[in-house]
């Protein structure tokens, strides 16, 4: 099972982009949906966080910034960055968290830049 990453691009510093992530599901409704990213030379890093009750938690880097959100009928999982700065960019990883099996299920990533 692999979930479907979509949304990222190239954009200028204070920019914004739209990440989306769709899961079966089976596995969504009772997941915590992740996004999490890793720049080259970095360890991958949780950037936000919703569980199934949908409750949220970021990281401090992006908060205020980026607002994690999930569609139940569509079974979708979206990541909202605005002021989008430079060392966001990193390939961005969608992951959900399964809550009764406790297996992960990831995405393919999807590459976000910013230019200064």
Same mark, same amino acid.
């Given at each position: ?7 990222? #691009?190239?954009?200028? =510093?204070? #920019?914004?982009?739209?990440? %989306?992530?769709? =899961?079966?599901? %089976?596995?969504?409704?009772? %997941? ?6 890793? =720049? ?7 950037? =936000? ?14 908060? #205020? ?52």
């Amino acid at each position: 099972v692999q979930l479907q990453a979509s949304g990222g #691009g190239l954009v200028q =510093a204070g #920019g914004s982009l739209r990440l %989306s992530c769709a =899961a079966p599901g %089976s596995i969504f409704s009772v %997941s915590a949906m992740d996004w999490y990213r890793q =720049a080259p030379g970095k360890q991958r890093e949780l950037v =936000a966080r919703i569980t199934s009750s949908s409750t949220t938690d970021y990281a401090d880097s992006v908060k #205020g910034r980026f607002t994690i959100s999930r569609d139940g009928p569509r079974n979708t999982v979206y990541l909202q960055m605005n002021s989008l700065k430079p060392e966001d960019t990193a390939v961005y990883y969608c992951c959900a968290h399964h809550q009764i099996s406790n297996r992960d299920y990831w995405g393919q990533g999807t590459q976000v830049t910013v230019s200064s």
